[in-house]
């Protein structure tokens, strides 16, 4: 069972740099999380989705933009790379509401030069 | 954004002891997720909570859903080399419209064989 696939595993950019961490689930699941991780900080919510057409920001969704153009996708797009959005990147499928789990990928490492 | 504040930040403790993290919000949750991660991989799943005072075991490992629903614990008993990695709590609060997580900042467990 595949759960939640990230590409890439790696990736280095240099500043002002775009690109599309890709995010995709096969548990059919409405809701999706993009999350950053850096040290010593936990996990950090940064959008999200409720469905097919619908998403919003978390709490630190500056510097990024998604899209949730089907059940099974969430790319995060970032528009200009900048070196404080190093960090590694998670994306989450979460079942349904009341009494939910939140099943992660393996993660993207981005380094922005 | 929601906080979590989890203690300890890191243990360093002999094979065979027993482990006791806690985690604490500022607002009232519905749901406490414990999860694992090791090295370069994505938290996983270890524990669930659903109800205030909910105590739920896995193994070795316990958690409880706190009677005021803005806490939780773990603890972890007998302690093993691989039981090393970064533990975090996360919550869903009671308010939240967008079924999301929010996670604790982590603790870092090292077993000494």
């Known amino acids: 069972n595949a759960g939640v696939t990230q590409t890439p595993k790696f990736q280095v950019l240099k500043t002002g740099q775009s690109m599309t961490l890709q995010c995709a689930q096969d548990?059919?699941?409405?809701?999706m999380s993009w999350y950053r991780q850096d040290p010593g900080m936990g996990l950090r919510l940064i959008h999200y989705s409720v469905g097919a057409g619908i998403t919003d920001q978390g709490e630190v969704p500056n510097g990024y933009n998604v899209s949730r153009s089907t059940t099974e996708d969430f790319p995060l797009r970032l528009l200009s790379a900048a070196p404080s959005q190093t960090s590694v990147y998670f994306c989450?499928?979460?079942?349904?509401w009341g009494g939910g789990e939140a099943f992660f990928g393996q993660g993207t490492r981005l380094t922005v030069v | 954004g929601q906080q979590l504040n989890q203690s300890p930040q890191s243990m360093f403790i002999q094979e065979g002891e027993d482990v006791s993290m806690n985690c604490t919000s500022s607002?009232?949750?519905?749901?406490w997720l414990w999860y694992k991660q090791e090295p370069g991989e994505g938290p996983v799943l270890l524990i669930a909570l659903y109800k205030a005072g909910e105590l739920t075991s896995n193994g070795r490992l316990t958690a409880q859903f706190g009677i005021t629903r803005k806490d939780s614990f773990l603890n972890i008993s007998a302690s093993i080399p691989s039981d090393v990695g970064i533990y975090f709590c996360a919550g869903q609060p009671l308010l939240d419209t967008g079924n999301q997580f929010y996670f604790g900042t982590g603790t870092s467990l090292t077993v000494i064989p």
């Open positions: 607002s009232i949750f519905n749901t």
């Open positions: 548990m059919n699941h409405e809701y």
């Open positions: 989450a499928s979460i079942t349904p």
